[in-house]
C-alpha cells in the first residue's frame, strides 16, 4: 500500500534539473509533496487532486497522471535549499485526508 | 497563526514508563492527525481526529497507545509501558486540505 519513490537520492549541481516519481497500487484522490530537513518538521510543498492536473510555484511544479496512479515532481534549476529529503504522501478515496507516505527520495544539491 | 506547536520536543524514558506528548493544531483547523516516524521513513498513520471524534486508528497501533482530543482543540498521545521499539520522532499535523506539521517530539526509550 505504501507509494514507491524513485530515485532514492539524488546528487546535482546547482541550476540542474531533477524529477521525483511516486508511485501507487491503489486508486488515488489525491497526492501531497512535502520535503523535509534534517531534525525539522516536513514542510509541505503542494498538493495535487485527480484529474491529471499540473501544479507549480517558483521552479518546483508536480503532476498528477490518475489512470497510472503516478505523480512526479520537477525541481527545475536547484537551488542549495532545495536539499533535503522529498516525500510523497497518498490519500485514498476515504475523505479522512489520511496520508500513506514514500520511503522518501535525498536530494543533495551541491555549489 | 503559530502553526502546529507539540510538547515537549524531546522525551528519553526509561522502558516500562508511560508518556504523554502533546499538539496544539492551527486553530481553524478541525483535522488532526498523529504520525510515527522512524530514522530513514517517511511518516506513518497513527490516528486522526475530526474535531473531538476519533475517527480512524492504525492497525499497526498497539493497545498501550491511546490519543484524545478533548473539545476539539489540542490533543495527547500517550504510550503506556514504553518499549525500545517506540523510539521514533511522533509527529502531528493538523488540516482543512494540506495538512502542516509540528516539529514533532523525539522519544528514546531506553
Known amino acids: 500500500q505504501q507509494p514507491v519513490q524513485s530515485p532514492q537520492a539524488v546528487i546535482l549541481r546547482e541550476g540542474e534539473d531533477a524529477v521525483i516519481n511516486c508511485s501507487s497500487s491503489?486508486?488515488?484522490?489525491?497526492v501531497h509533496w512535502y520535503r523535509q530537513k534534517h531534525g525539522e518538521a516536513p514542510v509541505f510543498l503542494m498538493i495535487?487532486?485527480?484529474?491529471?492536473e499540473q501544479k507549480g510555484h517558483d521552479k518546483i511544479s508536480a503532476s498528477f497522471n490518475e489512470k497510472k496512479q503516478q505523480s512526479s515532481l520537477y525541481l527545475t534549476a536547484s537551488q542549495l535549499s532545495y536539499s533535503g529529503t522529498y516525500f510523497c504522501?497518498?490519500?485514498?478515496?476515504?475523505?479522512?485526508?489520511?496520508?500513506?507516505f514514500g520511503q522518501g527520495t535525498t536530494l543533495q544539491v551541491k555549489p | 497563526d503559530t502553526g502546529v506547536s507539540q510538547n515537549p520536543r524531546h522525551k528519553i524514558t526509561k522502558r516500562g514508563q508511560n508518556v504523554t506528548f502533546r499538539c496544539d493544531p492551527i486553530?481553524?483547523?478541525?483535522?488532526l492527525y498523529w504520525y510515527r516516524q522512524t530514522l530513514g521513513q517517511g511518516p506513518e498513520f497513527l490516528t486522526y481526529?475530526?474535531?473531538?471524534?476519533?475517527?480512524?486508528k492504525s492497525r499497526l497501533l498497539s493497545d498501550r497507545f491511546s490519543a484524545e482530543r478533548p473539545k476539539g482543540s489540542f490533543s495527547t498521545l500517550e504510550i503506556q509501558r514504553t518499549e525500545q521499539g517506540d523510539s521514533a520522532m511522533y509527529l502531528c499535523?493538523?488540516?482543512?486540505?494540506?495538512?502542516?506539521f509540528g516539529q514533532g517530539t523525539r522519544l528514546t526509550v531506553v
Open positions: 499535523a493538523s488540516a482543512e486540505t494540506e495538512a502542516f
Open positions: 491503489k486508486a488515488l484522490y489525491s
Open positions: 504522501g497518498t490519500e485514498i478515496p476515504s475523505n479522512t485526508g489520511k496520508l500513506i
Open positions: 481526529f475530526q474535531n473531538e471524534a476519533q475517527l480512524e
Open positions: 495535487l487532486l485527480k484529474g491529471g
Open positions: 486553530s481553524e483547523h478541525n483535522r
